[in-house]
């Protein structure tokens, strides 16, 4: 079966967010929104990979895709938790009320209901979707709980011996909002309360609702804040926050801020890994697939992962570093190697050829990774990719993090599609997808480590 290193890609044809990401019995499991017919978005299903460190990675196939009426047309974004012994998936179910005669994998605006479902697997491996499938939530009528299309993406957690789930919703299309159910066996539901926010956009997906020590945090992806008139009108934020488990209200500490300032990342979802450090995955968008020649079985692929990332937090501030099972596998190499890993991108395949610079960077001087530009102005590191973006129009080429006080620490990783750049251990980070970078390195570097 085939293999990923430290991103999990596409194994052909399109993928969006992580979904169901967890340790499960010796296994991290990684699934992930998948249409397996083309690099294009279209009838959900969940695809299924599995590491044992969180850096290699094998994909297994399709795990969940539909079989019932109620999630005829999707298998939409959730979550998994261990009950019992099983494992338990949770996911919204799509029925498309109206057909596009044209295109079946698309519903016509406003055309769909969606409810919440599970399915159970007694290994992890094996998922019966005729027969170990149930609706839990039925589509909600009821205005003064949710809306009854855009209510989706379960994010379920067990706290005081009873287990709750977060779903992304709107207010009428108009205002975004967190909704909570409560259940004592995971399986039957009551709502718990509806938690609209300003910050929420239109319509929140993907919320995730931990504990990093004593604080909570929230992430999600609130749709349509940025107001640019730019493509990715959407984008994931994190906040600190306090939630109340008797009555469900949600109260959301400060501003927030970006969980990626590169705004390619939406969608991020965490769970606890081995060491019980919480660990951060989110899907990277990408405008256009990626070369098909940049692939091992020669399909054109759309979408990945970001490598994942350990959150924290500290004076206020949510950090998002490089997981430790990363960075075991990176030695110092010479400066020469990056250019000739580069030039062996095209043959390689994906995935081969990773590397990693380290640098200071003081105020005005940057580097040039193969026509990706970064650098430091008015304390801040900013990036422009135009040169490796090409031929894509209305996507934001130019980004920055806010101001950084005083040293400024990079750790790049680098590869054929993606540059991430971790800013002073996580303060801030900064990652873009890129296409057809050069050869070449340029500017201040001071160490350099290849993928071992
Ligand atoms: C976020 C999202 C989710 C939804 C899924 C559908 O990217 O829109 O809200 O469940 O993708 O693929």
């Known amino acids: 079966m085939r293999e990923n290193v430290l991103h999990l890609k596409a194994p052909g044809n399109w993928i969006n967010d992580p979904n169901g990401f967890i340790y499960y019995d010796g296994w991290y499991h990684l699934f992930f929104q998948h249409f397996p017919y083309a690099p294009v978005w279209g009838t959900m299903h969940w695809g299924h990979a599995v590491s044992r460190d969180l850096v290699h990675w094998k994909h297994l196939g399709i795990a969940v895709f539909p079989t019932k009426s109620y999630d005829r047309n999707g298998v939409f974004s959730g979550s998994a938790i261990e009950r019992g012994g099983e494992l338990c998936l949770y996911y919204s179910a799509v029925r498309y009320l109206k057909e596009n005669p044209e295109n079946i994998h698309c519903a016509p605006e406003g055309g769909f209901e969606t409810s919440q479902a599970m399915i159970t697997s007694s290994d992890g491996f094996h998922f019966e979707n005729w027969k170990d499938k149930r609706q839990i939530i039925p589509v909600i009528h009821n205005r003064e709980m949710a809306d009854p299309a855009d209510t989706r993406d379960p994010k379920v957690w067990r706290e005081m011996g009873r287990y709750y789930m977060v779903l992304g919703s709107t207010w009428e299309k108009k205002q975004g909002q967190a909704v909570f159910f409560i259940s004592e066996d995971g399986e039957h539901w009551e709502f718990l309360s509806r938690q609209p926010k300003e910050a929420f956009g239109h319509t929140l997906e993907c919320p995730d609702l931990f504990r990093v020590g004593d604080q909570r945090i929230l992430l999600g992806s609130p749709m349509g804040v940025m107001k640019d008139g730019l493509e990715y009108p959407s984008n994931a934020m994190g906040w600190r926050a306090e939630f109340q488990p008797e009555t469900g209200k949600l109260e959301l500490l400060g501003e927030g801020q970006l969980v990626d300032c590169g705004m390619d990342l939406y969608a991020p979802q965490t769970t606890l890994d081995r060491e019980g450090r919480r660990v951060m995955i989110a899907w990277m968008r990408m405008p256009k697939a990626a070369e098909p020649e940049n692939s091992e079985?020669?399909?054109?692929?759309?979408?990945?992962?970001?490598?994942?990332?350990?959150?924290?937090?500290?004076?206020?501030?949510?950090?998002?570093?490089?997981?430790?099972?990363?960075?075991?596998?990176?030695?110092?190499?010479?400066?020469?190697?990056?250019?000739?890993?580069?030039?062996?991108?095209?043959?390689?395949?994906?995935?081969?050829?990773?590397?990693?610079?380290?640098?200071?960077?003081?105020?005005?001087?940057?580097?040039?990774?193969?026509?990706?530009?970064?650098?430091?102005?008015?304390?801040?590191?900013?990036?422009?990719?135009?040169?490796?973006?090409?031929?894509?129009?209305?996507?934001?080429?130019?980004?920055?993090?806010?101001?950084?006080?005083?040293?400024?620490?990079?750790?790049?990783?680098?590869?054929?599609?993606?540059?991430?750049?971790?800013?002073?251990?996580?303060?801030?980070?900064?990652?873009?997808?890129?296409?057809?970078?050069?050869?070449?390195?340029?500017?201040?570097?001071?160490?350099?480590?290849?993928?071992?």
């Not at 570093?321 to 400066?335: D, L, M, Q």
């Not at 062996?344 to 001087?365: A, N, V």
Request: one cysteine or more; hydrophobic letters at 40%; aromatic letters at 12%.
């Open 297 to 452: 079985d020669g399909l054109p692929w759309n979408g990945m992962m970001c490598l994942p990332r350990v959150v924290e937090v500290k004076d206020g501030h949510i950090y998002f570093r490089v997981h430790p099972e990363v960075e075991k596998h990176f030695a110092p190499a010479a400066a020469a190697e990056m250019t000739v890993l580069m030039e062996g991108w095209k043959e390689q395949g994906r995935g081969m050829g990773i590397f990693r610079i380290k640098t200071k960077l003081p105020e005005g001087e940057g580097l040039n990774i193969g026509g990706y530009r970064i650098w430091r102005e008015d304390g801040a590191i900013k990036t422009d990719r135009s040169q490796v973006f090409q031929g894509i129009s209305g996507y934001r080429t130019c980004f920055s993090t806010p101001q950084v006080e005083g040293e400024c620490r990079l750790d790049i990783f680098v590869e054929p599609n993606l540059i991430e750049i971790f800013v002073n251990e996580g303060e801030y980070v900064l990652s873009s997808v890129v296409y057809d970078m050069k050869p070449f390195v340029e500017g201040k570097a001071d160490s350099w480590y290849v993928f071992s």
